[in-house]
């Protein structure tokens, strides 16, 4: 008789068995001769393991049960956990494969879900995240998270470094309608095919709709109940195979998690409330090997004390392309209504930012659809584009109830019908929705529904199917609105119904409570009961009792929801009591934004574009009161004004800063100068910048009066910082001891990208500190110390530090006094330096003397690319040195020599070097007497030279014959389109040599002639001769005496023959 035992676990053996493990049977089964040599050899020929574990099997299997029965035995006692694996729990992860392909089908549509198999790897919970509703977090991060690292679905519970171990404990948050649950059925997809953590036995999702149902549970009751085909739940529970429990969706749960009072359960049989029990799980007193995965929204997910969990990630929202690809998804057939959609949503840039939410892009590229769809058939005055949340969910409730949204052209029931057929479930509903959220409830089962008067039978149609979800559970039917925010929208129209004729307060469903007359009485409370909330569960609710006030959504939903022009008697006082809430003597919150956003929603905006056209101008100094201090922190939210920069510069004092604190950290590019800013501002920076919401990446506090303790505040916070990537302190009072606060923060801080310390009084040791920091800090690239007195021995420190530091690329150290000395170790680290790019020395008393080490580093470096030498004193001498040197130097693209007492030998020295240079683009020779002789040198150059792009000539003494010799070399040069000749004396003669060659160059585009003495008839000239050019697109002709009648007759001319050129008279 053949095996009866391989033959029952045949599929398993083949799974299980290791090529090692394979031959230590082979060689037990020779050892009792049922396996031969000759056999044994058949098997190893067979190329894969699969095969060859196959080929074992057949031939035990043949030799009937003896062989059957040995090779159990042999398994048994010497690998008792693969015995376990092929017995007990291969075929129940069979069932259970099984089990999750009917509960989920094939899988997910890959789609758009890169941003779920990528999930952002996160340090804990923000601020905002714990306190506030989801819809401000979005709206104030603009969607975006400041996270640099990202974690591969495959490796989220696995362990992160070779010397770490796996977390038993992930949390995974995300705003509603992200996609929380969409990842959960995404992960359990992938390992049911295999394709993710294999080494986990088994995967069990849960959901705390389904834990709703349950009063008391134990540990293996709950596995029992959900995964009643896996028949030895204590294989689970004691940790036998390696399991992940996934509870999906804590915000759903009906009881908050409290970790403080919790009974300790260590026994899985023993029965206890199942709030209990989840938290008993979650400390690992149950399930003490399972990894447990729980996702939430971010606020419930602050339940879970920080110190339990072990991972952290979140998933993040659309960026631009997918946006694109979602609604191009939704339109698929029409691929211009998608690009209608789109342009629409984008130019909102409040709505743009709230479709990074998956659900709430269905929304809102739903009802600009179905508004664009039926835009032509409506009146003028009802077709204005929907701009705020009210009018966006208005057209979308107006879309569910006229059932017509992209179906087949049908005749449809009327209008007027339809409403009478759903006015009382949507009443009902409104009311669920309304009572749901004071309770925090977003899962309703049947017997609440039937609590609301709720007929289920009713639930049909296209309003109910957009709104409400339905979920048939193990043993129960669950409901749910499809997004939090449609709960909130409804729960608005009830209260705003019920409002009009309530005689109590509808906050106290019993109805028992002081009476309250009058919808502006019940308004107001609503208002108070929000401003007072502090985690902002009310504040979406507000804004659309607000927006159901605006005239526009009165008529869409007039006749529906709401009856015609009904809210011209409450909406003056509204707005008034609206307004008298924003005076806050500078206390803003989110609560106080969120007033100015309902405002938004009654579109009454006249505060905030009062205040928005103060930014643009830049205005703002005086204005801000407490009421707009309130529209300017809701501006800096949601303003265009903001978007590159938010620029709150020579307006703003130490009260209204901290005011403004909550709003300041969320503004990518923040400019702050001229503040009178003090240290105990300092102070205040410090901490937005050192909380983990921060996403300031631009900074500048230039022209201030910040000293070393404002710097040492800084510093502090910039070493737990990480985002700020530039931070410009110029002109501020920063002494050595506050350089070297921001030096030490430079050791620590790998972010920080450039800092300005330009016109403090860092001095030498101050130079010093910064040059240790530059030995270990490899983030920073640019460096601007000008104005320091950092003298001499400053400079050799910061010298010694470029010689190890490769990734500083500019430094400028302008008027710092560093002479000879500095500059001759400067230019000696540029011997071995290779990431300078841009070196900035004007201003430091460099001689003649100094020349030719820069000379010689100019030979051997090949990474430098800009190099300032203004206003120095190198003279002829230490030109003509840097000229031989540029002749082999390839690598320089500008050299700045301006007022540097040069004359005409340094300058035919250069000219030289250009005869050969290909490097060069940019050349400054202004303020140096080089004359006629230097200017002809200079021009037979330019006649061969194909790579300087711009010249500047400023006050270099030329007269007419370099004018004529310059406008030679212009008729042939290709390459030049920047020339200034400002303050020379090219006259008329040079004028008119220029005016010939302009007819010809067609490479100049930008020519300075200000100030050459060219008079009337010298800048006629060269007006004319634009008719012939094409190029030029600005010249400069002032200070030439032209005189009116010249500059009417150049004006005529330009605006016949070269209207582009842009002339200055």
Same mark, same amino acid.
Request: one cysteine or more.
């Given at each position: ?16 068995? $290791? ?45 009937? $049960? ?27 992860? =069979? ?476 909406? $003056? ?29 009654? =579109? ?181 110390? =000008? ?279």
């Amino acid at each position: 008789m053949e095996g009866v035992w391989i033959n029952r676990y045949r599929k398993q053996l083949m799974r299980s068995i $290791s090529p090692q493990f394979l031959e230590e049977i082979i060689c037990y089964m020779r050892k009792l001769d049922l396996l031969s040599a000759e056999e044994a050899g058949q098997v190893q020929e067979v190329s894969s393991l699969s095969e060859q574990v196959k080929a074992v099997m057949d031939l035990l299997a043949g030799k009937g $049960s003896y062989a059957s029965q040995s090779l159990q035995t042999y398994i048994e006692t010497t690998n008792a956990q693969l015995y376990l694996h092929i017995t007990v729990y291969d075929p129940m992860v =069979q069932k259970h494969l099984e089990s999750l392909q009917n509960r989920y089908g094939t899988g997910v549509e890959l789609g758009q879900l890169e941003r779920l198999t990528n999930l952002l790897l996160v340090e804990g919970l923000t601020d905002i995240q714990q306190k506030e509703h989801d819809v401000m977090q979005i709206e104030a991060t603009k969607g975006m998270r400041n996270v640099a690292k990202k974690i591969p679905l495959e490796k989220l519970f696995l362990p992160l470094s070779k010397v770490s171990i796996p977390p038993r404990i992930s949390v995974t948050v995300g705003v509603a309608g992200i996609g929380k649950s969409t990842l959960v059925k995404l992960f359990t997809c992938m390992w049911a095919k295999g394709e993710v953590n294999k080494d986990i036995i088994f995967v069990l999702p849960l959901t705390f709709r389904e834990l709703n149902t349950y009063e008391k549970l134990s540990a293996e009751r709950l596995i029992r109940s959900a995964f009643p085909h896996i028949t030895e739940p204590s294989f689970i529970s004691n940790g036998t195979a390696r399991i992940l429990l996934i509870l999906d969706g804590l915000d759903e749960f009906k009881t908050p998690l409290d970790f403080s009072n919790t009974v300790v359960c260590t026994d899985p049989k023993k029965e206890i409330q199942v709030d209990s029990l989840i938290t008993n799980i979650i400390r690992g007193n149950l399930f003490q090997e399972a990894s447990i995965w729980v996702t939430s929204r971010p606020a419930a997910a602050s339940q879970i004390p920080g110190g339990l969990v072990d991972r952290m990630t979140e998933i993040r929202g659309f960026g631009a392309v997918e946006i694109k690809d979602f609604l191009d998804q939704m339109f698929l057939e029409n691929r211009d209504l998608s690009s209608q959609v789109l342009g629409q949503i984008k130019a909102n840039r409040s709505l743009y930012t709230m479709c990074t939410v998956p659900a709430f892009c269905w929304i809102s590229g739903s009802s600009m659809g179905y508004f664009l769809k039926n835009s032509t058939d409506q009146s003028q005055e009802t077709t204005t584009v929907p701009k705020t949340l009210s009018e966006i969910y208005s057209y979308y409730f107006k879309m569910a109830l006229s059932s017509d949204w992209q179906e087949k052209q049908k005749e449809t029931p009327r209008i007027e019908q339809a409403i009478n057929n759903s006015k009382k479930i949507i009443g009902n509903l409104g009311r669920l929705a309304f009572y749901g959220l004071l309770k925090k409830k977003y899962v309703f089962y049947e017997q609440d529904m039937k609590a609301y008067g709720i007929d289920l039978s009713s639930l049909q149609g296209s309003l109910c199917n957009r709104m409400l979800l339905k979920e048939e559970m193990q043993f129960s039917t669950v409901y749910y609105f499809s997004h939090l925010t449609l709960q909130e929208f409804l729960a608005a129209t009830y209260y705003y119904a019920s409002a009009k004729r309530a005689i109590f307060d509808l906050f106290t469903e019993s109805g028992m409570s002081w009476p309250k007359f009058g919808f502006l009485n019940h308004f107001k409370n609503a208002v108070q009961r929000s401003l007072q909330s502090d985690d902002g569960q009310l504040d979406i609710f507000v804004r659309f009792l607000s927006g159901l006030l605006s005239p526009q959504v009165n008529k869409l939903l007039s006749g529906w929801l709401l009856m015609k022009d009904e809210h011209n008697s409450f909406r $003056s006082h509204v707005i008034s009591f609206l307004q008298s809430c924003l005076n806050t003597d500078y206390a803003i919150s989110s609560r106080t934004v969120n007033v100015m956003q309902c405002l938004y929603e009654m =579109q009454h905006m006249e505060l905030a574009k009062t205040m928005e056209e103060a930014m643009k101008n830049e205005s703002l100094a005086g204005m801000l009161t407490p009421v707009n201090c309130s529209a300017l922190a809701y501006l800096l939210q949601v303003s265009e004004v903001c978007m590159e920069e938010t620029n709150l510069s020579n307006c703003l004092t130490y009260n209204i800063c901290k005011s403004l604190l909550s709003q300041l950290l969320f503004c990518s590019n923040l400019r702050l100068d001229n503040n009178k800013f003090k240290d105990n501002v300092m102070e205040l920076l410090g901490s937005v910048l050192s909380v983990k919401d921060c996403q300031i990446q631009k900074m500048s506090l230039a022209e201030n009066q910040i000293s070393n303790k404002g710097a040492k505040a800084l510093a502090r916070s910039l070493m737990v910082n990480r985002s700020l990537t530039v931070l410009d302190l110029r002109s501020n009072a920063i002494g050595p001891t506050g350089a070297k606060a921001l030096a030490d923060a430079l050791k620590i801080n790998q972010v920080l990208l450039s800092l300005n310390l330009q016109n403090n009084v860092i001095k030498e040791d101050g130079a010093k500190f910064l040059a240790e920091a530059l030995l270990t800090n490899h983030k920073l690239t640019t460096l601007h110390l =000008q104005k320091n007195s950092i003298g001499p021995q400053g400079a050799k420190k910061i010298a010694e530090a470029l010689k190890q530091n490769g990734n500083l690329r500019e430094l400028i150290l302008q008027s710092n006094s560093i002479s000879n000395t500095g500059v001759t170790a400067l230019i000696g680290a540029l011997r071995s330096n290779q990431g300078l790019i841009s070196l900035n020395l004007r201003e430091n008393s460099i001689s003649q003397e100094g020349a030719p080490e820069i000379a010689n580093a100019l030979r051997t470096n090949c990474t430098l690319r800009n190099l300032d030498l203004a206003a120095n004193l190198l003279y002829d001498e230490g030109v003509k040195a840097i000229a031989l040197a540029m002749r082999e130097n390839q690598a320089l693209m500008s050299l700045h020599l301006q007022w540097n007492f040069i004359q005409s030998k340094a300058a035919k020295a250069l000219a030289q070097a250009l005869h050969s240079n290909t490097s060069l683009t940019s050349l400054d020779l202004q303020e140096n007497a080089i004359g006629d002789e230097g200017m002809i040198a200079l021009a037979a150059a330019l006649k061969v030279n194909t790579t300087l792009t711009t010249l500047c000539l400023q006050v270099a003494s030329i007269g007419v014959s370099g004018a004529k010799a310059l406008a030679e070399a212009l008729v042939v040069n290709r390459t030049l389109t920047t020339l200034d000749l400002r303050g020379n004396s090219i006259g008329l003669a040079g004028a008119k040599a220029m005016a010939n060659a302009l007819k010809v160059n067609r490479s100049l585009r930008v020519l300075n002639l200000q100030e050459n003495s060219l008079g009337m008839d010298g800048a006629i000239c060269i007006a004319t001769a634009l008719t012939g050019n094409h190029g030029l697109t600005y010249v400069n002709l002032q200070g030439n005496r032209i005189g009116q009648s010249g500059a009417k007759v150049i004006a005529d001319a330009i605006r016949t023959n070269s209207p582009r050129c842009i002339v200055e008279m």
